[in-house]
C-alpha cells in the first residue's frame, strides 16, 4: 500500500511541476497568451478620417469639425488639418491643465492668487486686475470660462507653473501626448499681435476639447452660466457663447474672436447620453461660427445615439492555468463604454469574444487572457481586453507536496464526515422506523379496541334481541 501512495505522489508532483511539451495551438477563436502580458500604450496618433464624413450642413468658415466626444469620431470635416490661428480657444488647453491641477489637488477652488505685473498688463478681453490684487482660483477660473479673460488666465497659469512661459511649456506638452500634432502654443491666452507660430487645428481644437470634457464636474456649472459678475457685483461677466442662453443640452466650451484668427468656437452639447464636440474655425462673422456649430450639431444629434453594448458573459468561460497553484480563472470583464451608432442600429451589435483555452503559470493580475470585440456589420465598433483577476503563481514542488497531503488530509477529513453523516442517516432511519413500528403498534392496538367494542356490542345486541324474543314468547304462551 505505502508503494502505491509513493507512486501516486511522484506522478502527482510530476504533474504539477513538469512544464507542459509543445506549445498551445493556435488556432481561429483561440488567444495567442504570448503576447498576453499589458504593455505600455503609445501616444495617440491620426486616425484617417473616413471618406463619408464631408460635410452633411453648410458651415461659412475655414475649417470645421463635428466630433463624437465619447468614441472620438469624427462625423464630418472640412480642412481638419489646416492650421489657423485658434484665437482664444486657446484656453481650452489652459482650462485643462487648471481642471487637471484641481482634480489632483496640487490647487484648490478656494486658494488665493495675487495677480503680477505680467498678468495685469494683458490686453484684450479682461476684467481689469490690478497688480497686488487677490482673487480666489474660483473667481478667476469664472472670469475665463465665462468672460474669456486673459489677465485671469495668465494668473492661473503663473500660480500653476511660476510663470506664463513655464505654463505654455506644459500646455505643448500635453498637446503631444493628445497626439495634436498640428498645434503649437506661444502664450495661455490666444493673444496673437506678435505671433506667427501660435497655431492649432480644427481636429486638434476637438482632441483638446474632448479631453476637457473629462473634467466636466468641473467647469460646466461656469461654462453653461449666461450671466455672473465678480467684485461683489461691480464686475459684469456675460458668457461670450451665446449657444449657452439658446441651445438645448449645451455644455460649453470656449468661443475666441482676433483679427488673425476671425471668429472661432468650440461647442459641446450632450443629448441622451450623447456628447458631440462642434468646431469651426476661421468664420468671417459670430453669426456664421454659431450657426454652423448649431447646424452640425443638430445633425448629429439627429443621426446618431450613443449605446453600451450588453455582454453575453455566456460566451466568456474558463481559462485552464497549466502548473498553477490554482487550475483555472474566470477571466474579468472590463466596463464597457458606450459606442456610437447610427439610429435604429443599435439591436444589430454583435459580439465575438477570442479567449485563451489555457494559460501557463505564473499569471499576473491584469496579464490579457483573451479578447472581446463589438461589430455593427464590418465595423469594430470597439475591442476589450479579459485579463485575469488576480496572480497565480506558478506550482513549485514544496507547493506540490502540501498540496499532495492536502489532498490526503481532506481525504480523511471527508471520510470522517461521510461516516458521521452516514452514521446520523442510520440513525435518522432508525429513529424514523422506531416511530413507525411505534405508530403501527398504536394502530393496531387501537383497531383491536374497537374491534373488542364492536364485539361487544354485537354481542350485548344479540342478548338484548334474545331476551325480547324470550320475553314475547312467554307472553303466548
Known amino acids: 500500500m505505502k508503494k502505491v501512495l509513493v507512486l501516486i505522489a511522484v506522478l502527482l508532483i510530476a504533474a504539477y511541476i513538469i512544464p507542459a511539451s509543445g506549445n498551445i495551438p493556435n488556432s481561429e477563436g483561440v488567444f495567442d497568451i504570448n503576447f498576453g502580458r499589458i504593455s505600455a500604450e503609445a501616444?495617440?496618433?491620426?486616425?484617417?478620417?473616413?471618406?463619408?464624413?464631408?460635410?452633411?450642413?453648410?458651415?461659412?468658415?475655414?475649417a470645421a469639425v463635428l466630433m463624437d466626444a465619447g468614441t472620438g469620431k469624427i462625423l464630418m470635416a472640412m480642412n481638419p488639418d489646416q492650421q489657423l490661428y485658434p484665437a482664444s480657444v486657446t484656453k481650452i488647453m489652459s482650462m485643462l491643465l487648471v481642471c487637471e491641477a484641481l482634480s489632483e489637488g496640487k490647487i484648490s477652488l478656494s486658494d488665493k492668487v495675487t495677480c503680477s505685473e505680467?498678468?495685469?498688463?494683458?490686453?484684450?478681453?479682461?476684467?481689469?486686475?490690478?497688480?497686488?490684487?487677490?482673487?480666489?482660483?474660483?473667481?478667476?477660473?469664472k472670469a475665463i470660462a465665462i468672460y474669456s479673460a486673459n489677465d485671469a488666465c495668465t494668473a492661473l497659469?503663473?500660480?500653476?507653473?511660476?510663470?506664463?512661459?513655464?505654463?505654455?511649456?506644459?500646455m505643448n506638452q500635453k498637446a503631444g501626448m493628445l497626439g495634436m500634432t498640428r498645434t503649437h502654443f506661444e502664450n495661455c491666452t490666444g493673444l496673437d499681435?506678435?505671433?506667427?507660430?501660435?497655431?492649432?487645428?480644427?481636429?486638434?481644437?476637438?482632441?483638446?476639447?474632448?479631453?476637457?470634457?473629462?473634467?466636466?464636474?468641473?467647469?460646466?456649472?461656469?461654462?453653461?452660466?449666461?450671466?455672473?459678475?465678480?467684485?461683489?457685483?461691480?464686475?459684469?461677466?456675460?458668457?461670450?457663447?451665446?449657444?449657452?442662453?439658446?441651445?438645448?443640452?449645451?455644455?460649453?466650451?470656449?468661443?475666441?474672436?482676433?483679427?488673425?484668427?476671425g471668429h472661432c468656437v468650440s461647442a459641446t452639447a450632450k443629448r441622451d447620453g450623447l456628447?458631440?464636440?462642434?468646431?469651426?474655425?476661421?468664420?468671417?462673422?459670430?453669426?456664421?461660427?454659431?450657426?454652423?456649430?448649431?447646424?452640425?450639431?443638430?445633425?448629429?444629434?439627429?443621426?446618431?445615439?450613443?449605446?453600451?453594448?450588453?455582454?453575453?458573459?455566456?460566451?466568456?468561460?474558463?481559462v485552464k492555468v497549466l502548473h498553477g497553484v490554482e487550475q483555472e480563472l474566470y477571466p474579468h470583464i472590463p466596463e464597457i463604454s458606450p459606442v456610437l451608432v447610427a439610429k435604429g442600429k443599435s439591436k444589430d451589435i454583435t459580439q465575438k469574444v477570442t479567449?485563451?483555452?489555457?494559460?501557463?503559470?505564473?499569471?499576473?493580475?491584469?496579464?490579457?487572457?483573451?479578447?472581446?470585440?463589438?461589430?455593427?456589420?464590418?465595423?469594430?465598433?470597439?475591442?476589450?481586453?479579459?485579463?485575469?483577476?488576480?496572480?497565480?503563481?506558478?506550482?513549485?514542488?514544496?507547493?506540490?507536496?502540501?498540496?499532495?497531503?492536502?489532498?490526503?488530509?481532506?481525504?480523511?477529513?471527508?471520510?470522517?464526515?461521510?461516516?458521521?453523516?452516514?452514521e446520523k442517516v442510520t440513525e435518522s432511519v432508525t429513529e424514523k422506523a422506531t416511530e413507525a413500528e411505534t405508530e403501527k403498534k398504536k394502530e393496531e392496538k387501537s383497531k383491536k379496541k374497537e374491534s373488542a367494542e364492536t364485539t361487544e356490542k354485537e354481542t350485548k345486541k344479540a342478548q338484548e334481541s334474545a331476551e325480547k324474543k324470550k320475553d314475547k314468547t312467554e307472553d303466548t304462551n
Open 355 to 422: 479567449l485563451a483555452t489555457d494559460i501557463e503559470a505564473p499569471v499576473e493580475k491584469g496579464q490579457v487572457v483573451g479578447t472581446i470585440e463589438f461589430f455593427l456589420g464590418k465595423e469594430k465598433l470597439g475591442e476589450y481586453k479579459l485579463t485575469a483577476p488576480e496572480d497565480i503563481k506558478k506550482m513549485n514542488l514544496w507547493d506540490a507536496i502540501l498540496k499532495l497531503f492536502g489532498c490526503f488530509k481532506k481525504t480523511e477529513k471527508d471520510v470522517k464526515i461521510e461516516d458521521r453523516a452516514k
Open 157 to 170: 497659469a503663473e500660480l500653476i507653473a511660476g510663470s506664463e512661459a513655464a505654463f505654455v511649456n506644459l
Open 43 to 62: 501616444a495617440p496618433v491620426y486616425d484617417p478620417i473616413p471618406a463619408d464624413t464631408s460635410m452633411k450642413v453648410n458651415v461659412n468658415a475655414k
Open 193 to 261: 499681435d506678435t505671433t506667427t507660430s501660435h497655431q492649432t487645428s480644427a481636429r486638434d481644437v476637438a482632441i483638446m476639447s474632448r479631453e476637457l470634457l473629462k473634467y466636466e464636474d468641473i467647469f460646466i456649472k461656469y461654462t453653461t452660466t449666461w450671466m455672473d459678475s465678480l467684485r461683489g457685483g461691480k464686475t459684469e461677466l456675460v458668457n461670450t457663447n451665446r449657444l449657452v442662453r439658446t441651445y438645448k443640452g449645451i455644455t460649453g466650451l470656449k468661443t475666441g474672436t482676433t483679427a488673425k484668427a
Open 275 to 318: 456628447h458631440l464636440i462642434a468646431v469651426v474655425m476661421g468664420s468671417n462673422n459670430s453669426n456664421d461660427r454659431f450657426n454652423g456649430a448649431r447646424a452640425m450639431l443638430d445633425w448629429g444629434f439627429a443621426n446618431y445615439e450613443s449605446v453600451i453594448p450588453e455582454v453575453d458573459k455566456t460566451q466568456i468561460t474558463k
Open 118 to 141: 505680467e498678468a495685469a498688463k494683458k490686453g484684450g478681453s479682461q476684467i481689469w486686475l490690478e497688480p497686488g490684487e487677490v482673487m480666489t482660483v474660483e473667481e478667476l477660473f
